[in-house]
């Protein structure tokens, strides 16, 4: 079945360094998403890429859709105390009623 | 966006109990899905709740096991039967934008479940 991986599992970093979790897909999606989630929350949506090389920004964070739309990446420039927390991708295979597959997570703690 | 509101928000269960979850929506949406996460780990999708029919399962997971209502379309409940410490576990309920070519769900906050 369809397997989306993600990289790193775990990440440590010093505030205002730079961060980047990578997703990779055994199939080609239709669009990837990526989420947050803040220790003891739920997952918050963060973006949606459709387009294959599609890159979109929010403020410090740069998220990218591969050309094949097998894999994507999120970064993030100068980290701070609330970026903390565990980043999801999940894929859609399909369109309309397809389930998304969540990666693993990466879970992003920092030092102040 | 869609506001989700899920109860209960925590139980402790004996095994071989059984604990229903609900699930409420503040507006009419067409796709609901219920998941698992466990501490640490990633979401698993347990079922997608159809309004008015039974509900879809993902491998691994049995209606009569974990059997799901979705009498309308801003409401939905889970049951987790025949309780057992692996069912211990967060359910968490989840919802899509109703918008077109819009993919992006929500989610409830979650119910988190000890089982003993």
């Known amino acids: 079945g369809q397997q989306v991986m993600q990289i790193p599992q775990y990440q440590h970093v010093q505030e205002g360094e730079d961060f980047t979790t990578y997703c990779n897909s055994s199939?080609?999606?239709?669009?990837i998403q990526w989420y947050k989630q803040r220790p003891g929350g739920h997952p918050v949506f963060l973006i949606q890429l459709v387009k294959s090389g599609e890159v979109k920004k929010q403020k410090r964070l740069t998220f990218q859709f591969g050309e094949a739309k097998k894999n994507s990446s999120l970064h993030i420039t100068a980290t701070q105390t609330t970026d903390v927390g565990t980043y999801f991708c999940?894929?859609?295979?399909?369109?309309?009623?397809?389930?998304?597959?969540f990666g693993q997570g990466t879970r992003l703690t920092i030092n102040p | 966006s869609a506001v989700i509101s899920q109860k209960p928000s925590r139980d402790i269960c004996q095994r071989g109990t059984s604990l229903t979850i609900q699930c409420q929506v503040d507006s009419q949406v067409t796709m609901m899905f219920w998941y698992r996460q466990q501490p640490g780990q990633s979401l698993t999708l347990i079922a997608t709740a159809n309004q008015g029919s039974e509900a879809t399962y993902e491998s691994g997971f049995v209606i009569d096991k974990f059997p799901i209502s979705r009498p309308n379309l801003t409401f939905s409940t889970l049951t987790v039967s025949n309780m057992s410490p692996e069912d211990s576990s967060i359910y968490l309920c989840s919802v899509r934008s109703p918008r077109i070519d819009n993919y992006e769900q929500y989610f409830g906050p979650g119910t988190r479940l000890t089982v003993t």
């Open positions: 999940a894929g859609q295979k399909g369109q309309g009623a397809q389930k998304l597959v």
């Open positions: 199939t080609t999606l239709s669009n």
